[in-house]
């Protein structure tokens, strides 16, 4: 019933900046909460940054904090993941999901997922 469609695969350096989008469909923003996870190589699927619908509070893994930036856009239905100062470190598969509220930054609790796409941090 809902479809996330994700941007990407993505090649960038060391230091650059990337912004991923996952515009939402089927679904209604309401009491919704929109999350970014990422899978890196040889880990398991992690939280990244997450997102209220409805009242724009945000969360953030430690280690991305001061670096990434997520934000909605309501009208056109879509979360962004602004990334910034990107280390090799931050190289995985990124997807962006939704759950109904309440917060979580389990991957069990989100009903649904982007397809995934590629973001590779390499000089």
């Known amino acids: 019933h809902v479809q996330l469609l994700e941007s990407g695969p993505a090649l960038v350096q060391p230091a650059r900046s990337l912004s991923l989008s996952c515009p939402a469909s089927?679904?209604?923003?309401?009491?919704?909460?929109m999350a970014w996870f990422r899978h890196p190589p040889g880990n398991e699927r992690a939280f990244v940054a997450a997102i209220t619908c409805s009242g724009g509070n945000t969360y953030y893994a430690d280690c991305v904090k001061g670096r990434f930036t997520v934000s909605i856009d309501n009208g056109k239905r879509t979360v962004y993941l602004a990334m910034n100062s990107l280390k090799p470190e931050d190289t995985g598969v990124y997807y962006c999901?939704?759950?109904?509220?309440?917060?979580?930054?389990?991957?069990?609790?989100?009903?649904?997922w982007g397809q995934g796409s590629q973001v590779t941090v390499s000089s």
């Open positions: 089927g679904r209604t923003f309401s009491s919704d909460v």
């Open positions: 999901a939704a759950k109904r509220t309440p917060y979580s930054t389990s991957r069990f609790q989100y009903d649904y």
